[in-house]
């Protein structure tokens, strides 16, 4: 079952008088924006893609350990000797 010409058509006039031409003007309108915007948010994303990434520059030195607590440890590690 699809939609024939006749179906879309009275779609199209139910939709037109429960919107009004003013309000379907200004979401079509809102539409076309979002579409601008999301392309231009493409290619500001490809053109931050192509340019290399900043290197982290810090110490080894300043790097620290992760906490290790009892969970993290393996089992046969466990000083209670529960397994």
Known sequence: MSLGPWQLIIIAIVIL???????????MGDFGKGIKSFKQGM????DS?????????ASARDARPAAESEQDRAPAERSDGSN
């Open 17 to 27: 008088v429960l919107f009004g031409r003013g309000r379907i003007s200004e979401m």
């Open 49 to 57: 893609a192509s340019k290399p990434a900043g290197q982290i520059e």
């Open 43 to 46: 290619n500001d994303e490809a």
